[in-house]
């Protein structure tokens, strides 16, 4: 036959600045069961919850173990120093996604232009019949070598440049043909000169894919190399994003806790049941840990 332990109704004052250490340890004890929570503010402000949901966020880009529940006794609640530590994490995280992101779409541009490009590979063609194209349109001129990572940078996720020859002099511009005007206003501030190509010249083709696959494989290079930085990143960082999982999981609950009790500008009501026998114990190690301030 199951028995229930003798429990006591106890009520607690807590000051502001003593709420969160007395919440950890409640939680923690986990024999407290609290009776006068409130409805919580939906608009009450939980940034332990925000930066929670951006370290889960990194845990998953970063393809990084998560933590298990029980696992929460052994973490206490974020400190100021650890949030300082933890934005500057989260920073160097994103700062890697954005590059990861940027280093996608730029091989996935190179990609089609080469696949586009490359199908016309076995047919020696005019280059005038380049027009027929769905994706791309075409263009050769003359530039001053010097502009050359000018026109790329200020052409960037929009057109492909290729150099066809070794000083950068003569380049070819590949770009989506919804795109071309924009990029045809570039080239122009960039002193690109177009070239008259005869329309029955087939000596580019060859010339454009070899440059299309070389920047093709200088992307997947780059993506390769951030591949590697996310995976180094994810091993260096574990034990960090691990304890910090925890800290705001801790600091979350906390937060979410304190927004549905009632109190004022100064102090917190907390009531709840507590196993009679571990009363004067529990209220004994608030005390402690509040100096006394616990009433």
Not at 17 to 44: H, M, P, R, T, Y
Not at 72 to 83: I, V
Not at 195 to 212: Q, R, S, W
Request: hydrophobic content about 35%; charged content about 30%; aromatic content about 6%.
């Amino acid at each position: 036959m199951a028995k229930t332990a003798k429990m006591r109704l106890v009520e607690l004052m807590v000051l502001k600045e003593d709420i969160d250490g007395v919440i950890e340890c409640l939680g923690k004890k986990g024999n407290f069961q609290f009776q006068n929570q409130i409805e919580s503010n939906a608009g009450a402000v939980n940034e332990d919850e925000e930066v929670l949901s951006k370290l889960k966020s990194a845990r998953s880009f970063l393809n990084a173990r998560d933590i298990n529940t029980s696992d929460l006794q052994n973490f206490t609640r974020p400190t100021e120093y650890d949030r300082v530590l933890c934005q500057k994490f989260l920073s160097v995280v994103e700062n890697l996604r954005s590059r990861e992101m940027e280093a996608a779409s730029e091989l996935k541009k190179v990609e089609d232009a080469y696949k586009e490009a490359k199908s016309f590979a076995n047919l020696k063609i005019a280059y005038s019949q380049f027009e027929q194209m769905t994706f791309l349109t075409m263009k050769i001129g003359q530039i001053d070598p010097q502009n050359y990572d000018r026109i790329v940078e200020e052409t960037g996720g929009r057109a492909v440049v290729v150099p066809l020859g070794e000083d950068r002099s003569r380049i070819l511009v590949a770009t989506s043909k919804k795109g071309r005007f924009s990029v045809d206003s570039k080239l122009k501030e960039a002193g690109f000169v177009n070239m008259e190509i005869p329309h029955d010249f087939k000596g580019v083709p060859d010339d454009v894919l070899a440059g299309l696959e070389k920047q093709k494989n200088e992307c997947e290079k780059k993506v390769q190399l951030l591949e590697e930085e996310k995976k180094n990143m994810s091993k260096t960082h574990k034990d960090f994003l691990v304890k910090f999982l925890g800290a705001f999981s801790i600091g979350a609950q906390i937060c979410s806790l304190k927004n549905s009790l009632e109190s004022t500008d100064l102090v917190y009501r907390l009531t709840g049941w507590i196993p009679e026998a571990d009363c004067h114990s529990l209220m004994k190690e608030l005390d402690a840990l509040s100096q006394g301030r616990v009433a």
